[in-house]
C-alpha cells in the first residue's frame, strides 16, 4: 500500500508542480492517479474482510466466540478461560455484533499482556437492559493482578472499546483494584431501533 500511495504522491506532485502544462501528459497522469487509487481501494476492501471474525457471519456471534476463546485457550495455556453463552443472536445488526465480538478480543489480549490471571470468564447473554431496551450483556472477568481505574496506564484498546459501545447507544463498565482482578461488563443495542439512542 505504502508504495502505492508513494506513486500517488509522486503524480500528484508532478501534476502540482509541472513547468509546462502538457494536456496529454497531465491526463496520463491523472489516470494513473485514478487507476492507483482504484487499486488500492480493492485492496483495502480485500484486506478488511480477511481481517473479520472468523465464522461471525456464517455461524453467528455466539460460535465465533467459541471459535475466538478457544484459540486463546491455546494461547493462554495456565489460564482456565469459561465461556458461557446464552440466547439468541441471528438478528443482532452487524455492527453491535462485531462490538461484542471485538470486546472479548481486547479483555482476552489484555488479560494476556496485563493480568498474570488464573481463571477467566467470559458471559454472553441477552438481556432487557431497562424497560423497553433489548440488550446483549457480555462481560469478561479475570482474577490477576488489576489496575488503579484512577490512573490506567495510558493505551488505546479500552478507550476504543468505550467509543464503540457508547458509539452504539451502549454503556462500558471497567471495575477491579489492584490485587483484585478486573472486570469489564458491556451492554450494548441488540435491536436496530436501539442502536445510536443514547444509554
Ligand atoms: N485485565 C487487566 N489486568 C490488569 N491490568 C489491565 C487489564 N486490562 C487493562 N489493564 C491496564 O489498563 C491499561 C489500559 O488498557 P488498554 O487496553 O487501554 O491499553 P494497553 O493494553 O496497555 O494498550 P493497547 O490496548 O492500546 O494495545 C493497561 O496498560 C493495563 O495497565
Ligand atoms: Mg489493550
Redesign the pocket.
Known sequence: MGQYLQVIKLDAVSLRDAPTRDPVLQSTQAGAIVDNCNHLHTMLTGLLQRLRPVGLDELGLAAALEHCVSTWRARLPGIDVQLTTSGEYGDVPEACALTAYRLVQ?AL??IA??AGAHSVRVLLERTRASESRDAMHVEVTDDGKGFDMKSPAG????IGMRERVEGLGGRLEVSGSPGKGTRLGAWIPAMTADVGEAA
Open positions: 481486547e489480549t489484555n499482556k496485563h493505551g488505546l484498546g479500552l
